[in-house]
């Protein structure tokens, strides 16, 4: 039984995969092409066959995609601000830098928010700040997004609605001493954000395997999101040299510059150089030698010896460890990490050799296998702790953390186990974790909307 | 008769253009006006008109707009601005030079060889 709506599906998603046509030239070939069958089949065609018709006049995936990577600016990352006598170029960066300088103002300008409400002193007002700079760093990305992809508007507003709750719920929820709670929702945000933001840079799905929810989209946002964030680090470390500079200079000839710097350049400066590292990594993504396998590859080795190290230290004195509530932190924040790591090398595993099997997915493994045991002994002690002192917010919040983490541990340690043994592929690896992250995305949500009710905002 | 390939890509932004300052259209009915035209002489593969659209808006002389049709179907219309106006006039003149200097070149060896 011949199904067009499948048929156009599978037609769109192959497309989306094998090219770089965005969102918005694909949903506008998918109407021409209905609207070539439409034609075809009041000729008396039948669906079967005017839709074959259709897409062989559209023309082969190859050519299509060679003429878009001409009309667009993915290749033109390299005439970023140099005057350029490419008429087209100059005209599609000049456009979309004055929206990023839009984007990146407003970011900035969402940062002085709490200043409205009378709360605009950075220092003694850090927990306000802090609880909300997830929504001002990301809402402006989001919102590039949807200009850069031409996302439909309905849907994107839809997805917006996210980013409403959460500032309703980090502002609105009451918050009482030892205020753990507000912490929680504070460190957790970021992750509900980022995985909306997942929707942004991918598109709405129009089938399981499509838009945000194609394992390939989400693999690239992990780069994405990881590449941002070293290009973010990057652009903060120029503006505190710019900040030094400032105040320096400005004290020379007597004048204090610090109420603007903290007023004025610091937060907008913070919340505004987001954008514009979300901006320049998706000017260069089809730059080859991207950041993300050096990296991985420098850092795998280290953090498997780091790892050890852990181990080793835990055994000559396990009570101890235990006694100290710091080290468990210190335990996730490592682990945290190298479920990043491992993420980062999946994504920077390429396409091409990603059937082989190479010295750096061994060494994945090992740094999974310790990861592993050092999360049974972070679970341990928490459990300790838990029967000891009872049930409380934070407890709970790395109870639940530590038990995902093993969770997600274990499932990629076993697929590269398969990975090896050749019964399995890298791709089902991939699968895998990029579904897992809906359960990241969950977790966070309840800690965010659900862990202040019940633990009455403590 | 098919025109060259080349002849196609050189002729296909006037036409879009002129078929544009009539009226806003979408990719499948510019598609379907040219057919009607030429009487489907000039036939292009419908992929490659999108990329030329895209570069057209990115010039600056045509721009978009999305509208959802009576069919329910969101189609991505195009109009042409100012500048895609004089750009037309240009490209019509370039055309028209040309068309000029074979006719002359026509024309004066016909006298020549009605000379011999």
Known sequence: ????????????????????????????????????????????????????????????????????????????????????????????????????????????????????????????????????????????????????????????????????????????????????????????????????????????????????RSPHNRLNFIRFAGESFIFAVLIGLGGVVLILLTMGTFELVGIDASPFIQNWMAPMGFFGLFTIAAYLVEQKKSLIESIAPVLSRIFTPLFFLVLMGLLIAFASNPQDAYENRMLLIWFDVVLALVLALTLYSMSAKDQVSA???????????????????VDLIALAGIVIRVSNYGFTANKSAALGENIILLVNLVLLASGYMKFFRRTSSFQSIVRMQTRFLDVYAVWATVVVMLFPLVFSFT | MDLSKDLVAASATPIILAILKNRPSYGYAIIRKVQEISKNEIAWTDGML?????????????????????????????????????ELLLLKRQWEMVRQALLTLEKEYEGESQDV
């Open chain 1, 1 to 212: 039984m011949f199904d067009l709506e499948t048929q156009i599906r599978d037609w769109k998603h192959h497309l989306q995969e094998h090219s770089s046509i965005g969102y918005g030239d694909l949903e506008e070939l998918e109407s021409h092409l209905r609207d070539s069958i439409d034609e075809l089949v009041a000729t008396q065609l039948n669906n079967e066959e005017a839709f074959l018709i259709a897409v062989k006049r559209l023309g082969d995936v190859d050519s299509i995609q060679r003429e878009f990577a001409k009309a667009s600016t993915e290749d033109m990352w390299r005439q970023l601000f140099i005057p350029t006598d490419n008429r087209l170029a100059t005209h599609m960066n000049t456009r979309e830098l004055l929206v990023v300088i839009v984007l990146t103002l407003f970011a900035g300008l969402l940062g002085k928010v709490p200043s409205l409400f009378g709360y605009g002193d950075f220092e003694a007002h850090g927990a306000i700040y802090a609880r909300n700079a997830a929504i001002f760093a990301f809402l402006p990305i989001a919102l590039y997004f949807v200009w850069k992809r031409s996302l439909p508007v309905m849907k994107s507003i839809v997805a917006l609605i996210p980013f409403l709750i959460a500032s309703l719920v980090v502002n609105l929820y009451p918050s009482f001493e030892p205020h753990h709670t507000a912490m929680l929702s504070a460190i957790h945000l970021p992750i509900v954000l980022l995985y909306t933001l997942l929707y942004f840079y991918s598109g709405p799905a129009t089938g399981k395997e499509s838009g945000w």
């Open chain 1, 355 to 373: 059937s082989t099997r190479t010295i750096w997915d061994a060494f994945t493994f090992a740094l999974l296998i310790a990861a592993i045991l």
């Open chain 2, 50 to 86: 999108y990329p030329v659209l895209h570069r057209l808006e990115a010039s600056g002389f045509i721009s978009s707009f999305w509208r959802t049709s009576e069919n329910g179907r969101r189609r991505k219309y195009y109009e042409i601005t100012n500048a895609g106006i004089e």
